[in-house]
């Protein structure tokens, strides 16, 4: 499965930045998840999307991370409001289809100056 992860680069803090992430078309997707990983610390979910379109969030980018996609366009978003610098991370979309199989991009590189 393809997923091509897109729009990371340095934003100074309270800045914004749009993740893309390209998927290919068809997938019996399941879940969607944008997931980030900062040097030395513990992996984490950011936000994720069901095929129902719903939602959920990490509490510390509650109100100033936002997810969505575009079905027609098989375009996953993260649109990231009001960064701070611990948002540096790498982040990964990831797709997990319904049999059971989780799909992962490449990851892009958001780094948030103070």
């Known amino acids: 499965v393809q997923l091509q992860a897109s729009g990371g680069g340095l934003v100074q803090a309270g800045g914004s930045l749009r993740l893309s992430c390209a998927y290919a078309?068809?997938?019996?997707?399941?879940?969607m998840e944008w997931y980030r990983q900062a040097p030395g610390k513990k992996g984490e979910s950011v936000a994720s999307?069901?095929?129902?379109?719903?939602?959920n969030y990490v509490d510390s980018v509650k109100g100033r991370f936002t997810i969505s996609r575009d079905k027609d366009e098989n375009t996953l978003y993260l649109e990231m409001d009001s960064l701070k610098p611990e948002d540096t991370a790498e982040y990964y979309c990831?797709?997990?289809?319904?049999?059971?199989?989780?799909?992962w991009g490449h990851g892009t590189l958001v780094t948030v100056s103070s």
């Open positions: 990831n797709v997990r289809t319904t049999d059971g199989y989780t799909h």
């Open positions: 078309p068809n997938l019996p997707i399941n879940v």
């Open positions: 999307i069901t095929s129902g379109d719903i939602t």
